[in-house]
């Protein structure tokens, strides 16, 4: 009895639906039509304005005449202190950012040459 069974299951398999009646599918109509590209409207940031920003180099020699200059200049004093590795190191990541600004300023550039140097894109 399951060599029959298998034997008609195997069977319908090898023949496909068109033994049990279906139809083939219908074929599809693919066409290419022209489509207007979107108006890109990119509004380019302006320029920052930075603050303005006042620190001084202390060292074992100046600390106490730094400290007072900050302390005349607002009332009080905080100190932030790093060390020279730290200091290239913020002077390097200051130049990583500007480095990845002006390189999504460049993309910004390259989508607006591309949006407005034709009307129509082809879609294939």
């Known amino acids: 009895m ?4 298998s034997a008609l299951v195997l069977l ?3 023949t496909s639906c068109k033994s049990i009646g279906l ?5 599809l109509d693919i066409a290419c039509t022209e489509v207007s590209k979107p108006k890109l409207q990119i509004v380019m940031p302006s320029a920052v304005t930075m603050d303005k920003l006042s620190f001084s180099v202390m060292n ?4 106490e005449t730094v400290i007072d200059k900050y302390k005349d200049d607002s009332g009080n004093v905080f100190l932030v202190v790093m060390g020279e590795s730290d200091y290239k190191a913020l002077a390097a990541n200051n130049a990583k950012i ?3 600004i002006r390189q999504q300023t460049e993309v910004i ?5 591309y949006y407005e140097s034709d009307d129509t894109v ?3």
């Open 122 to 124: 082809n879609n294939n």
């Open 12 to 14: 319908i398999l090898l």
């Open 2 to 5: 399951k060599k029959i069974a």
């Open 23 to 27: 139809k083939d599918p219908e074929p």
């Open 98 to 100: 500007l480095k990845f």
């Open 60 to 63: 074992a020699d100046n600390y």
């Open 109 to 113: 550039k390259a989508y607006q040459t």
